[in-house]
C-alpha cells in the first residue's frame, strides 16, 4: 500500500478526516488498538505499519542530495520522511575537554561534539521546502526538535508530529514544550529504564499530550540484533497503553520485520542513498533497494500475521480434496468382511473421514466394491 492510499480518504484540504477502518487482505477487521493520526495518516488500531525514512545526516549538507533522499524514500514506499532539527549550538558547546570527546566504541570516536553536530546539522531554511516536496509526494515529513527554538520554528513550519530523540527522553521541559503544541509526539526510548519511560510519558501526558506513540530502541550504532529484546514491544504497548514501534539500528532489515510480526506499528530507519559515500550515519542507513525490500517484507508480514483463525483460508479450502480417506483398494463381494487388506487410508479425501476406520473393519459389503471406490455408509452393512 503506498502513501497516498493509506490516506486517501482524507480531505487533506479541508483537515484531517476519519479513516475507515484498516481490514486485512481477507476481509476481516484488523485487531483494534489505541492509535493516532500523524498528518493524514491512521498509526497503530490496525493500520499499515508507519514507515519512516530518517535523514539525519546522510544528504551530507547537500540540499540537492536531500531532495534526492525524499524522492528516493517515496520510491521506495516509505509512509514519512524525518529530519533533525538542531545547530551544533542547540545541542552543546564548542570544547574539547575530556567531557565533549567521543570515545571508543562508535563510528564517531574521536571527534567532540560540537564537531560531529556541525558536520551532521541540517540546515534550517531547507526544511520548509523538503517538507513541501515530500508532501508533494504524498508523504508526511516531521522532525526531531532538540530544544525549544526548534519546536517553534517546526510550529511555524507546520509540521504534524514531533519526535523525541532517545538521548532527550531525559529532557522533560522539551518534552512538556513539544506536547504544549498539541501535536502528535513520537518518543524514543533508547538506554531508558521503565521508570525513565514511565516519567517521560507522565511529563507529556501531565502537558496535555493526547497522542503519544513510544518507539522500542537500541542506542548503538549500529545496534546488535541479540539486543534488540523486540518482547519488549507488546509489553510497552500493553503497559503504557499507547501504540509502539520501533527505531532501528541494527543492520539490515530483518530486525524490522521481526519487530512487525511483533505488533510494532511504526518502523523508523536511517536511509542513504549509498553507504560508499562517508558520513556521520550512513554506516549504519539503508540504501534504496534495502529499503525497499523492508518495506515490501513488512507488507507481507502484516499480511501474514491476519487474525486468530482455526478454520480452513480461503485458498486452502481446495487442498482438502487431496486429505487422506478411506478406499477400497481391491475389489470386494457383496457381504465380504472389510479388513486391512481390501480397504485403507489413502489420499483423496472423497471416502470415509480416517477417524471411521475401527468403525468400519469387520463389517461387510452392502454390495460389490470396485477397487478405488471411496467408501461410504451406504455402502457398508
Known amino acids: ?9 482524507v480531505d487533506r484540504a479541508g483537515g484531517i478526516g476519519e479513516a475507515r477502518p484498516h481490514v486485512h487482505p481477507n476481509g476481516e477487521p484488523a485487531p483494534a488498538g489505541p492509535s493516532v493520526r500523524i498528518g493524514g495518516v491512521q498509526v497503530g488500531g490496525g493500520a499499515p505499519c508507519f514507515i519512516v525514512a530518517e535523514l539525519s545526516a546522510n544528504h551530507n549538507q547537500e540540499f540537492e542530495e536531500a531532495v534526492r533522499l525524499i524522492r528516493a524514500a517515496a520510491e521506495c514506499g516509505a509512509t514519512a520522511v524525518k529530519l533533525q532539527t538542531y545547530t551544533p549550538d542547540t545541542l552543546t558547546i564548542d570544547c574539547h575537554n575530556e567531557y565533549f570527546r567521543i570515545g571508543a566504541g562508535t563510528v564517531w570516536a574521536g571527534k567532540n561534539l560540537y564537531q560531529l553536530y556541525g558536520e551532521a546539522y541540517t540546515p534550517w531554511e531547507w526544511q520548509p521546502k523538503l ?3 515530500a ?3 504524498g508523504m508526511e515529513l516531521f522532525s526531531t526538535p532538540f530544544d525549544e527554538t526548534a519546536v517553534d520554528f517546526l510550529e511555524e513550519m507546520g509540521v504534524p508530529a514531533y519526535k523525541i530523540a532517545s538521548f532527550e527522553l531525559v529532557d522533560l521541559p522539551l518534552i512538556r514544550k513539544v506536547a504544549s503544541t498539541g501535536k502528535p509526539m513520537i518518543m524514543s526510548t533508547g538506554m531508558a529504564t521503565v521508570e525513565e519511560i514511565d516519567e517521560a510519558v507522565s511529563a507529556a501526558r501531565e502537558a496535555d499530550c493526547a497522542d503519544l506513540v513510544l518507539l522500542k530502541c537500541n542506542s548503538a550504532y549500529p545496534a546488535p540484533p541479540e539486543e534488540m529484546n523486540l518482547r519488549t514491544i507488546p509489553d510497552m504497548a500493553a503497559r503504557f497503553g499507547v501504540p509502539v514501534g520501533l527505531s532501528d539500528h541494527t543492520l539490515g532489515i530483518a530486525v524490522p520485520v521481526a519487530a ?3 505488533g510494532a506499528c511504526m518502523i523508523e530507519k536511517h536511509f542513504t542513498l549509498s553507504r560508499a559515500v ?4 550512513s554506516s549504519f542507513s539503508l540504501e534504496p533497494a534495502e529499503f525497499k525490500a523492508m518495506v515490501e517484507a513488512v507488507r507481507v508480514t502484516e ?3 491476519g487474525t ?5 483460508a480461503g485458498k486452502e479450502a481446495a487442498s482438502r480434496a487431496f486429505r487422506r480417506s478411506l478406499f477400497a483398494v481391491h475389489d470386494i463381494a457383496a457381504g465380504e468382511q472389510l479388513t486391512p487388506l481390501n480397504i485403507r487410508s489413502i489420499r483423496p479425501g472423497n471416502g470415509l473421514p480416517p477417524r471411521h476406520w475401527n ?5 461387510r459389503a452392502a454390495r460389490e466394491i470396485t477397487r478405488g471406490t471411496p467408501l461410504t455408509w451406504d455402502l457398508i452393512q
Open 303 to 305: 499480511k501474514a500475521v
Open 359 to 363: 468403525q468400519v473393519l469387520g463389517r
Open 278 to 281: 562517508p558520513g556521520p550515519d
Open 131 to 133: 517538507k513541501r516536496i
Open 260 to 262: 512487525v510480526a511483533l
Open 135 to 137: 508532501n508533494e509526494l
Open 1 to 9: 500500500m503506498t502513501p497516498a492510499q493509506q490516506k486517501s480518504d
Open 308 to 312: 486468530v483463525r482455526y478454520e480452513p
